[in-house]
């Protein structure tokens, strides 16, 4: 690109994630779920940066934040979001917000560039009340009802108490205007190590995956610990543990290369130990970008809670509880990134995969979307030990701005 043309202030993103970094502290990294006093300062600071952009933005009434620009041209939306999952990091989330708020601040004022770029942040991409809620509210993909019946995961506090005490009950939430954008850009620590160990820069996201969630229930027969009989007995528990021994020996010859699957919680009734359980239940999901391994893997999962059934002594029922289905990146986005890293960043990028979901795969849905990756440090997220280089951070941003620039004058 020529000289002449304005880049991303490396400097002013580092401040901007740190001055972020600041609410919520938690050891290096920060304590900062949906809807806690930590958020809203962060929903806050960001409704105050958004004019240095040239943009106006408020919090709309289910915690989005949106700044949009008056200036004609096209627009290119960017973001991600602002809360944190309980005790984890500092960048997952706020990179992709800073660094849209960057390329706003650097483009909304070359008067080379014809259009903008507006900015979001989306409430709860960390789940904390639900599943992307923010980012799904603009799609269109979330209702009345659901608000309603929505409850913090750690607390059961209601998503209508946390609105109310967040100054935001019946305030209108915004849904995307039809044709307003070429598409969504954003940005996020890899959560993984392929770039580090790789020494790349820049990871140009081509997928994100699908996740696919059931509840695994087993049903035996509660009895005395000490006097009932091992040949006798239903042991819901027994059950569920050669149930997921029997699923990592059987899922691999079914599976895609990048397919993961994951027992996240088991809980057993009553849950004593002088106590045979008489119930158990196991969380399972499963990942891949390609929708038909997935469902192969959720035929074979079935296949399995038969054949159990058949064995006995206790039954096994599979109800999946979640569907997220997977999202391709837009190809000229991706190639606009990619030509981005080219100019500032050696060309040291990769086309990858995303195995973890993200606010893009909801605005996939409605407009073109891409993401990009900067290197983890270790590979570590949700955990406060999550870092990333500063030297990172900076090149981040400045190929985010730049393929930011070219998306809009493509």
């Not at 603009?138 to 913090?152: K, L, N, S």
Request: hydrophobic share 40%; net charge neutral.
């Amino acid at each position: 690109m020529p000289d002449t043309q304005s880049h991303a202030n490396g400097e002013r993103v580092l401040a901007d994630l740190n001055a972020l970094r600041a609410l919520g502290a938690y050891k290096t990294g920060v304590h900062k779920p949906t809807f806690s006093e930590p958020h809203r300062q962060s929903l806050d600071w960001l409704v105050r940066k958004l004019p240095e952009a040239g943009l106006a933005g408020a919090i709309d009434g289910i915690g989005n934040v949106l700044g949009t620009s008056a200036k004609p041209g096209p627009k290119l939306l960017a973001g991600s979001h602002l809360e944190s999952q309980n005790y984890a990091g500092w960048l997952d989330g706020p990179l992709g917000v800073v660094y849209a708020l960057e390329a706003a601040r650097v483009l909304n004022t070359d008067p080379s560039v014809k259009g903008a770029v507006e900015v979001a942040a989306w409430c709860d991409e960390e789940g904390h009340f639900g599943s992307f809620l923010g980012s799904r509210s603009y799609v269109g993909q979330v209702t009345e009802a659901e608000i309603d019946a929505a409850r913090d995961r750690t607390n059961g506090r209601t998503m209508r108490d946390a609105l109310a005490a967040m100054g935001l009950a019946g305030r209108a939430r915004v849904a995307a205007e039809p044709g307003r954008h070429v598409g969504y850009l954003e940005a996020h620590i890899e959560q993984g190590d392929t770039l580090e160990s790789d020494k790349l820069a820049i990871g140009v996201v081509t997928s994100i995956v699908g996740i696919w969630q059931y509840r695994i229930a087993f049903a035996g027969e509660q009895n005395h610990a000490g006097t009932t009989r091992m040949a006798v007995r239903k042991d819901a528990g027994l059950t569920l543990a050669k149930f997921c021994v029997a699923v990592d020996q059987r899922f691999p010859a079914a599976c895609g290369p990048r397919t993961v699957w994951t027992t996240g919680r088991i809980t057993l009734d009553p849950g004593a130990p002088s106590i045979i359980p008489g119930g158990a239940e196991m969380l399972f999901q499963i990942r891949d970008d390609n929708p038909t391994i997935i469902a192969r893997l959720e035929k074979l999962l079935r296949t399995m809670a038969d054949e159990a059934n058949g064995k006995g002594p206790c039954t096994v029922t599979v109800e999946r509880i979640r569907v997220g289905a997977p999202a391709m990146m837009d190809t000229r986005f991706q190639d606009a990134i990619e030509a981005a890293s080219k100019a500032l960043a050696g060309g040291r990028s990769l086309r990858m995969p995303s195995g973890a979901g993200h606010d893009a795969q909801m605005l996939a849905t409605i407009m073109p979307a891409a993401m990009l990756f900067v290197p983890s440090i270790g590979g570590i997220s949700h955990h406060w030990t999550e870092n990333t280089a500063d030297a990172d951070i900076i090149t981040g941003a400045q190929v985010f701005v730049d393929a930011c620039r070219r998306i809009l004058t493509g």
